[in-house]
């Protein structure tokens, strides 16, 4: 009774992450019906949608050491959809800037990658995430086994092309302190992974017992 009642409120807090994490997105449709997009609604869109992707990747890269430190191993119920969202919202950003400021122009989509190193590393990390939600799923688990791990520790790759992409488009509007804020939360989180794995790994060796000669 007890197990039914945990699986019970966990599905229902998951119900309810979907639907915050659609609360952005319902935002800017309401903004737009109020015409209060300021005014360059597609910049306005394009930034807020790819914010989202990076407060997702944020929260997703939290999991991990929230598990750790409380020792709550039901919260990994919730990464899977935490890191679809970081798909979701990168997803809506690229469209968004193919579709409105790139006009479907493949040509100019591509001399735009290749001419401007923020776009490149945007195009890069949107590239890398693809394989990470094809794979998000309980069959590629299965079938992958091992390989499954391995591949989703392109998420620490993914954080570090995130990170420049923010960079250097703030930079060009000189806002080093919104920069600085998720780059200290996202290495902060990644070096926490770091310090769990080395401390671990002198653990084990502790128990190791030398051989007597």
């Not at 009774?1 to 119900?15: G, P």
């Not at 309980?138 to 923010?166: A, D, E, G």
């Not at 780059?183 to 794995?197: E, G």
């Not at 653990?203 to 000669?213: H, Y």
Request: net charge positive; hydrophobic share 50%.
């Amino acid at each position: 009774m007890l197990a039914w009642i945990y699986k019970s409120t966990t599905k229902y807090h998951r119900y309810a992450l979907i639907l915050i994490g659609l609360s952005p997105l319902e935002r800017l449709f309401y903004l737009g019906i109020q015409d209060q997009l300021s005014a360059n609604p597609i910049e306005f869109i394009t930034r807020s949608t790819g914010t989202w992707a990076l407060v997702f990747l944020c929260l997703t890269l939290s999991i991990t050491p929230l598990i750790k430190i409380t020792g709550l191993a039901n919260l990994i119920a919730y990464r899977r959809i935490l890191g679809l969202y970081v798909f979701f919202y990168a997803f809506l950003h690229f469209i968004i800037w193919f579709l409105l400021d790139q006009n479907l122009n493949l040509d100019a989509m591509l001399k735009d990658v290749f001419k401007r190193p923020f776009i490149t590393m945007g195009f890069l990390s949107f590239t890398l995430l693809w394989p990470l939600a094809i794979t998000s799923n309980r069959l590629s688990m299965h079938l992958l086994k091992r390989r499954w791990t391995q591949l989703h520790r392109l998420i620490y790759l993914i954080s570090m092309t995130v990170l420049m992409h923010y960079f250097w488009h703030k930079s060009g509007k000189h806002d080093y302190f919104t920069v600085s804020i998720y780059a200290v939360i996202i290495l902060s989180l990644l070096l926490f992974r770091v310090w769990w794995s080395i401390k671990n790994s002198s653990k084990r060796n502790k128990k190791i017992v030398p051989l007597a000669f």
